[in-house]
Every structure is written in C-alpha cells, then in structure tokens.
C-alpha cells in the first residue's frame, strides 16, 4: 500500500521558518522523482520543488529559489522542504509527490503565513 505522509506545517509569522516532511512508503523510493506543490486558496496546484532520483536535477519555482530548499533522504524514504523567510502568498496546502511512469501524491498539510 502506497503512503505518503505530510507533517510540518502551521501558522507561522511572516519572515518565519518550517520545515515540511514527507515520509512515504509502499513503493521504491529512491527510483522516484520527489516535488511539493502547494495550492493556494482559489487557485491551481502549482509545483515549488522538484528534486529527481540520486538528487541530480533540481528546480524551483520562481518565487520560491533562494527561500526554500527540497532534499530527500532515500534510507528514510522521505523527502523534506526547508522554508525560510515566508511570505503571505506561501499560504496554502503543500503536498509531495512521487513522479516515475506512475504518480502518487500525500494528502497535503497547511502552512498559513500571517501576522
């Protein structure tokens, strides 16, 4: 059985920090590709992070390079994103996903930046 598992998130102040984890399991961890995407309240998902298998190719959305970081810990079959200096637009609900020729996808947890 496929899992994938959100934690970290919360309400945090603008300028503040989290760390989101997403702990998986069920399938080959290290032969995926790893993203977070994030929908914001009234709009699409949109894709923040990607990070391939062996951590070779990694890419950012604009508006997030330089204030989040994606890594992944294929012992743990987890992958993590650093988010620092967070803004009200960073509010929505951040998902992982695990990309080979099949998709799966966690269930989401909430960030809110406010002050």
């Known amino acids: 059985q496929v899992q994938l598992v959100e934690s970290g998130g919360g309400l945090v102040q603008p300028g503040g920090s989290l760390r989101l984890t997403c702990v998986t399991s069920?399938?080959?961890?290290?032969?995926?590709?790893m993203s977070w995407y994030r929908q914001a309240p009234g709009k699409e998902r949109e894709r923040v992070a990607f990070l391939s298998q062996s951590s070779i190719l990694l890419k950012y959305a604009d508006s997030v390079k330089g204030r989040f970081t994606i890594s992944r810990d294929d012992a743990k079959s987890a992958v993590y994103l650093e988010m620092n200096d967070l803004r009200v637009e960073d509010t929505g609900v951040y998902f992982c996903r695990a990309q080979r020729l099949e998709s799966y996808w966690g269930q989401g947890t909430t960030v809110s930046v406010s002050s």
């Open positions: 069920g399938f080959s961890f290290s032969n995926f590709d």
